[in-house]
């Protein structure tokens, strides 16, 4: 293949360099576009065919379903690593020794406290606040409480950043929820893993000594392991643009989370399961629903359906689905909303509209059913993604500020009016 692009603009020819990724993907470089062409840009809305950095964190093909971490395919990770050494190998590319495991765990638990005074913050909120606003607003809240930013060209420092914000979200993440449940505000113990320490925060109260069920820690292990990167997604490009700037790592992430809020990206999995219990609560018709997902003359969408860059199948979603039966028999619950999902997945798949636009169940069609089995509330499902999904945006923040990127900042195709003279007020 040649190792250049030309692109002819009024019978001017401008040549680029093409950039070719360690798995073949190639892209044209345009950074000398505007300069040379006299101001010319390239237009892509949604950004669907504009890469906007070189990242050696994660790779995925949504052709094939492939999705690795550093190399390491998703399937495997899910079945043999936890989700504090799938963390450490987003963050620092290389899964972790036993010792540097040992010691990342060990750093973490030793910044696990919050500052009391967050608790004041949390008391202020109404406790039905939306958990993803007072997440969000708790993670800013922490940039208040740790001022110092950080000097990117120290190791040490961006370390110290990192270990704190892995061991103080978590905390964060659990008090949002004990808050709205009235529930004493509590802290892990130095003497369970990572995810231990998140579902004892969330679900220990204070009459009874909490016993982990290792099925749930299992799961939860594996969901955040499923959500922990997904390269340049909304949410964290959101966090590398924000970082561009320069500002902190917490400010970045209180970023990101908002981005994640959304029913079109981390906030389906809360749409989904709202959507089958709506078609669960109007008679279980799935049919009914398919037709509606298909009348563009309703704004009804399957929830968890369809994927940006997955257009065969969404990996991720392969591993939950098995998980979700397997939480579900080994705990005994039947939900008639997991019969509502299968059938609707089944329909789908056979539908000419689904396959047309290859539209396949993604990652949350499945993981809020898992979740709703904990016992963990519809609205804190997007919060738990957040929680999955931090290692990947410290990854990515820290890989931008090392690679010392410039500040985001888009261009755009003006289409206003042109030019003209200013109508005092009387005139109008
Ligand atoms: N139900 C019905 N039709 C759909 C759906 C859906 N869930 N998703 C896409 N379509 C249709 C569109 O109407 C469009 O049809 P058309 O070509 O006739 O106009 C076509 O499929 C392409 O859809 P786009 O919106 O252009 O696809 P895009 O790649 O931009 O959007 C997205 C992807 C946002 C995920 C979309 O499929 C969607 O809204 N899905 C439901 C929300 C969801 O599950 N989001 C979670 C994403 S995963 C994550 O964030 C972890």
Known sequence: MADTAKLVIDQNTYEFPLVKGTENEIGIDIKTLRGVSGGVITLDPGFKNTGSCESAITFLNGEEGILRYRGYSIEELAEKADFLEVAFLLIFGELPTKEQLEKFDADIKEKAIVDEDVKKIIDAFPKNAHPMGVLSSLTSALIAFNPSSVNVDSEQEMYRAIVKILAKFPVLVAWTLRKK????????????????????????????????????????????????????????????????????????????????????????????????????????????????????????????????????????????????????????????????????????????????????????????????????????????????????????????????EPIGRPRQIYIGKNYRPFVEINKR
């Open 181 to 404: 449940q009235g529930l004493p505000l509590n802290y892990g113990s130095k003497s369970l893993g990572y995810v231990e320490n998140v579902l004892r925060m969330m679900f220990a109260t204070p009459d009874e000594d909490y016993k982990i069920n290792p099925i749930i820690k299992d799961a939860l292990d594996k969901l955040l392991i499923l959500h922990a990167d997904h390269e340049q997604n909304c949410s964290t490009s959101t966090v590398r643009i924000v970082g561009s700037s320069h500002a902190g790592l917490f400010a970045s992430l209180s970023a990101g989370i908002s981005a994640l809020w959304g029913p079109l990206h981390g906030g389906a999995n809360q749409a989904v399961l709202e959507m089958l219990e709506a078609i669960r609560q109007d008679g279980g018709d799935t049919k009914k629903y398919m037709a509606k997902a298909k009348d563009k003359n309703d704004p009804f969408r399957l929830m968890g359906f369809g994927h940006r860059v997955y257009k065969n199948f969404d990996p991720r979603a392969k591993i939950i689905k098995v998980a979700a039966d397997q939480v579900l028999n080994d705990l005994g619950i039947e939900d008639p909303i997991l019969t509502i999902a299968k059938g609707l997945e089944q329909e789908a798949l056979n539908d000419e509209y689904f396959v047309k636009r290859k539209l396949y169940p993604n990652v949350d069609f499945y993981s809020g059913i898992i979740y709703r089995a904990m016992g963990i509330p519809v609205e804190m499902f997007t919060v738990m993604f957040a929680l999955g999904r931090l290692p990947g945006w410290i990854a990515q923040w820290r890989e931008m500020r090392l690679n010392k």
